[in-house]
């Protein structure tokens, strides 16, 4: 604790500088705007884009048989998949732009999208 002492008054100035810009900046890094849309893939191709602004029900035909794709209240979901182990119904509602849910055996997935893509490890 000696080396505190040898910190001057300027040394703490620009310390709490310092935490100060990384705790405004963090929230502006780490935002991916206002959720406007759902990306339904089949297969890699885009299936359908859907509004979230109107509520509504979609069913996608994949190779394992009907996912079904649910749209309330500015969020989506996968109701329903016949995928064996059902990871992408569990996964729940996504809401915020950037989310995904992948039904990979019958090669079915929604993404929501912004109007600023989100930042991930890797975009880095």
Do not use: H
């Not at 100060?20 to 780490?30: D, E, N, Q």
């Not at 509004?51 to 509504?56: A, E, F, I």
């Not at 029900?57 to 996968?78: A, N, Q, Y």
């Not at 995904?100 to 019958?106: W, Y």
């Amino acid at each position: 604790m000696l080396w505190l002492t040898l910190l001057k008054p300027g040394d703490w100035l620009m310390i709490a500088s310092g935490l100060a810009i990384c705790v405004v900046s963090f929230p502006l890094a780490w935002q991916a705007g206002v959720a406007e849309k759902a990306v339904v893939r089949l297969a890699g191709e885009v299936f359908s884009e859907l509004d979230l602004s109107r509520n509504r029900r979609l069913e996608v035909p994949g190779p394992l048989g009907i996912t079904t794709i649910v749209v309330d209240k500015r969020r989506v979901r996968v109701a329903a998949d016949p995928g064996p182990r059902q990871y992408c119904v569990r996964q729940g509602w996504l809401a915020r732009a950037g989310e995904i849910a992948i039904c990979a055996p019958n090669q079915v997935s929604v993404e929501i999208r912004g109007s600023q893509r989100p930042y991930d490890s890797l975009s880095y």
